[in-house]
C-alpha cells in the first residue's frame, strides 16, 4: 500500500481497467460481473448484471433459489458507482431485490427491464426503496468513470442489451445474452451498422455470451417459431394448451397471433403471465388493445374455440401446466385428443418434472408436443455462425467468454482465436482479469461463493444449516434427554426420540429399546467418582448410542444427547 500512494495519501498507480465474476463463468446462472476502472488500490466499480441460479438435482434440501456471495463488493461498496442490468431475465435480475441492501447503489435498466423490476419488488420486495433509473432503449448515462451505451439485441426477452462501457483505458463490449435473429417479431434486429461501428471505433475487449458456444450453424428465428405455431393451431382438432417461458414476451404474441389466425379464443393462466404482459402492454410491446379471456370463461367456449397459454413449461408444481397435468387447476382441464405444446426447452435439472407432467397428460389421451417434434422454440443465444458474425463487425482486441460453463468457455475461446482475436483468455468466477494495460492476465483473485435462500432468510452455502439437512437426510437423528443428579446418578427414565430411522432390527426389536439398553449399560459402565463429569457423561452417551444403533442398523444416525441437571438426593 504505501508503495501505491504519494505522501497526500492520494493513488498514484497506474490506472488500469479489470473484469471479475462473482457469478456466470463457469456456470450458465447468478450473473454477476464487475469492471473496476483506476489504480489498483482505489478501483471505482461497475456492476453489470445480478442474477440467480436454482439447484440442480435435490443436493440442497429446502433450497430453490442460489445466489452470488458478494462480499468483495460489499466491502468496495462506497466505490461502486451502480448496477446496470442488461436484461429482465431471472439468470441476471433475481438478486436484484434479495441482495440490493447489501450494496445500496442505483439499478441502471431499460425501461421493459425496469418495468419488470418495478413489478416484482411490488409483488415480493416493497421493504427497500431501490432507485431504478431507467434508461431509454439504446441509451446512455454515465456512473463514475463508465460512459454506458445499452445496445439493443435480441434474446428471449425484450431489451437485452449489449453495454459499450468506455473508460478512458478503452471500449469494452459486454454482450449480455444475444443472437443474431433478423426478424425476431418483437423490437429490433441487432443494428449491425452500430456494432461495426463500435468496431471501427475500437473494442479493447469483448465480453460475450458462450451458451451455444458449441452448436454449429446459426439458429433459427422467432419468426420461423411463429410461423410453425400457427400451423400447428390451425391443424389441431380440439383444445390446445401452449405453455413457455412467461417473459418470452414474442412468444406471448406468437400464440396470441396463432389464436387468431385460427378463430380461435385466447386464455391466459399463471400469474406470471399476467404480470409479464401488463408490463409489456405499458411498454409497448404488445398493443394496448392486447385481449385475452380470463381463465374462468374456458369451459364456455367449444373445444375447437380456444387456445390457452400456461406457466409452467419447466414443471413448476404450482404452475398452470402442472396442476392441469393433475387434473387439478379449478378452470382448465384437458381431455384425450387435446394438444398440449412445450414452447419452450427444458433446462438441465428440471427433466423429471417435465417428463412427469408430459407423462401424466399422455396418460390422459392429450397429444404433447416439445421441440423434439416440431419447431414450437428456439433458443436465444448465438450459435457458432452468430458468434463469428459479431467478432467480425467488432473486431475486439480481447476476447473473455462468459456465460457458460466450462466447456463453453473453452470451445468460445477457440472459436474466438479462429476469429482472428489476439488474445483470448478464459476464467472463472473470481479471478479478477486485467484488461489493460496490456497484454490480458489474470492478476489476482476475489473471494465468491454462493449463498441460499432458506425461507426468509439468507444463509451461506458451505457450512450453514443445509450441510447438516443434508446429513439428516441420509441417516437421520436419535435424540436422547438425560436427567442426571450432580452425581452423575440419573434421576428418571431417559426419554428418547427417534426420526428417519428404521423402527426395529433384522431380528425385530425395536431401535427404542435397543438405545433405552445401550443409554443405561453405558451409565452403568462409568465409574461412580467419575460420573460428575457431566460433559462426559453426555459423550460417552452419545457414542455409545451411534454405535449401538449403527450395529443395529448399519448405518450411524446423528445423535444428540441432552442433559438436565436435577438438584436433589442423587
Ligand atoms: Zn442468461
Ligand atoms: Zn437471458
Redesign the pocket.
Known sequence: MPEERTKRGRPHGQDELVFLALGGLGEIGMNAYLYGYGPPDARKWLMVDLGITFPEGEDDPGIDVIFPDLRFIEEERSALAGIVIT?A?E??IGAVVDLWSRLGVPVYATPFTAGMLKAKLAEYGGKHAIPIREVKLNGRFQAGPFDVEFIEMS???PE?SALAIRTPAGLVLHT??WKLDRTPLIGGAPDEKRLAALGDEGVLAMICDSTNAMREGQSPSERDVAKSLTAIVKEAPHRVAVTTFASNVARVKAVADAARAAGRELVVAGRALHRVIDVAIDTGYLPQGFRYVDQQQFSEYKRSNVVCLCTGSQGEPRAAMARIAENEHPDISLDKGDLAIFSSRTIPGNEKAVGWIQNSLVRMGVEVLTDNEALVHVT?HPRRDELRQLYAWTRPRIAVPMHGEARHLKAHAELAREAGVAEVQVAYNGEIVRLSPGPVRIVDDAPVGRLFRDGNLIVPSGDGPVRERRKLAFVGIVVVALALSRRGELMAEPQIAIDGVPAEDAGGEPMGEIVLGTVEGTLKSIPRDRRRDIEMVAEAVRRAVRSGVADAWGKKPIVKVLVSVIEGKG
Open positions: 436484461h431475465h439468470d441476471h434474446h428471449s426477452i437485452s449480455g445474452d436465444g
